[in-house]
């Protein structure tokens, strides 16, 4: 189902936003508060090297910081769920670039708390204990200590921001309000509308004509735009070399790992046993093919289901399933889901024009956490809801518990929660739902998951591997260049099993739209 406006979708099924703010003439006057609030920032700069102005500065900090995640959260939101609005668009880019201002005006602090010295700051600990709370984050201020410039260069990296922003900001609204898509047609030569709410289900639908044309379209829509949108990626990955370099590290992946503590290594033994188990993979797509009865398995058949029919799941069904599949984790945690979806508007629930492709979960503190997402009353956006609301509930808890400077938990273990939410909701309908078409389905979407996180990202991490090492070696990316490398890392991933259509699998890359910046 494909909403054409959104006002024609019911209130339920769509996040209520006067949450954050209750107009957008609130919205206003808080800006307006914390424009005040930055330019009050300058009067703290040499002032840090006494321990109750340091106090009241991370203080000041925290409050300027909570409020704009309000601000862009609430502008990011209007604008994720119809990009073809140009006051929401407007919002987004005066939100952003409040929040750039910030980064600069602040960007003299760090800096100078190094100046002061560990030790110091840990005897300051212990005769004002309310600074107490912030040791973890002194502890890996230092940790990083040769990467923090200068205030000047501090100052500098904060104003660029905004402007960076532009090449991803552009791939999305290519890709999400201008990309054209011809019509999906089945094998009796009924239509189906191709857009980012509706591809996930039509690569799954049964007929295999409407899987091939939906796939077709929406790789040739983007081939439509290779040069630009390989534009686009090339000044991302330029952006990256240029502040991996001009904070003094040795590549863009230690740049992208360090602050999260995590050594290159793991990364490169990730993609080292993802090699090493390819053929695993070449046997899956060979049984595949065979369970198919299929003479040769195509991309657009990867997600072939393998029955005629496959359980339709309403969105209500689906949140009442999930919340039995999560009772493990205890009433209260079951409690607060339910509360989120139904009487918090967590979730914005069904597709629209103009509306973001794929799905997340966002939020700040002193926000919600919502979720956006393209519902299609089958298994996979059952799937898709359950990992999501493990995001959201991670994050909430999160808020709930951690002092601010600690609230936003790393990307390298965002995906823990919602991974375990999946599995606990599928054991729970492996043992519920017996009859033998459901548990077909279960193990399609199981396996379209281990796809996802088992194939398909390491897949895209080689990639941007490849080409952050090419960009820091001097060699230019083309759309050519991406397409080729693409195919070739996928070729490898099927072996000899998948027949390749090489541009449309190597415009893969261009298919991702914010995972690659």
Not at 149 to 170: I, K, Y
Not at 252 to 277: C, D, G, K, W
């Amino acid at each position: 189902m494909l909403y054409e406006s959104r006002q024609d979708i019911p209130s339920r099924y769509k996040w209520d936003l006067s949450t954050i703010f209750p107009s957008d003439q609130d919205w206003e006057d808080e800006i307006k508060r914390v424009t005040a609030l930055i330019e009050k920032l300058p009067s703290f700069q040499g002032q840090l090297s006494e321990p109750n102005t340091l106090l009241r500065w991370l203080k000041t900090w925290e409050e300027l910081f909570r409020t704009l995640g309000k601000i862009r959260i609430y502008a990011h939101c209007h604008y994720s769920v119809n990009k073809a609005d140009t006051a929401a668009t407007v919002k987004m880019n005066r939100a952003m670039s409040l929040m750039a201002k910030a980064q600069a005006a602040a960007a003299f602090a760090e800096p100078e708390i190094l100046t002061i010295g560990l030790n110091t700051l840990r005897e300051w600990e212990k005769s004002l204990p309310e600074l107490a709370v912030y040791d973890h984050y002194f502890e890996n201020l230092y940790r990083l200590k040769k990467h923090v410039r200068t205030a000047e260069v501090e100052e500098l990296l904060g104003q660029l921001l905004d402007p960076f922003r532009t090449s991803t900001n552009t791939h999305n609204i290519l890709a999400d309000t201008e990309l054209t898509f011809q019509d999906a047609v089945s094998s009796q030569g009924e239509h189906f509308p191709v857009a980012q709410g509706t591809i996930g289900a039509l690569r799954v639908h049964p007929d295999r004509k409407v899987r091939r044309t939906a796939w077709q379209s929406y790789a040739d829509a983007h081939l439509s735009y290779k040069n630009t949108m390989a534009n686009c990626l090339s000044a991302g990955v330029k952006q990256n070399v240029f502040l991996a370099r001009t904070r003094r590290y040795d590549s863009a992946l230690e740049a992208a790992l360090s602050p999260s503590n995590i050594p290159t290594q793991v990364f490169h033994n990730v993609i080292n046993t993802f090699q090493r188990n390819l053929p695993v993979w070449h046997r899956y797509w060979r049984l595949r093919r065979r369970a198919l009865g299929y003479e040769k398995l195509h991309p657009y058949d990867i997600k072939a289901p393998l029955l005629q029919s496959t359980p339709k799941i309403p969105f209500e069904q689906a949140v009442e399933w999930i919340c039995q599949g999560l009772e493990p984790m205890g009433k209260e945690y079951v409690e607060i889901i339910r509360r989120g979806i139904w009487n918090e508007n967590w979730v914005d629930v069904y597709p629209n024009k103009g509306k973001a492709s794929g799905a997340f979960s966002t939020g700040s503190p002193g926000t919600p956490p919502l979720i956006l997402m393209s519902y299609n009353d089958d298994i996979y956006s059952l799937s898709t809801l359950a990992h999501e609301l493990g995001h959201s509930i991670h994050s909430y808890y999160t808020w709930q518990t951690q002092p601010f400077v600690y609230s936003h938990y790393s990307l390298f273990v965002a995906e823990v929660a919602s991974n375990f939410h999946q599995a606990l909701v599928r054991d729970y309908l492996f043992r519920t739902q017996s009859e033998r078409n459901f548990q077909i389905a279960l193990l399609e979407e199981a396996f379209s998951n281990f796809h996802r996180y088992f194939f398909i990202m390491p897949t895209l991490a080689r990639f941007e591997l490849e080409i952050h090492r090419r960009t820091e070696q001097g060699i230019p990316l083309t759309a050519e260049s991406l397409i080729e490398c693409m195919a070739e890392l996928f070729q490898e991933g099927f072996g000899q099993e998948v027949e390749m259509d090489k541009d449309r699998v190597g415009i893969t890359w261009a298919q991702f739209h914010t995972h690659l910046y």
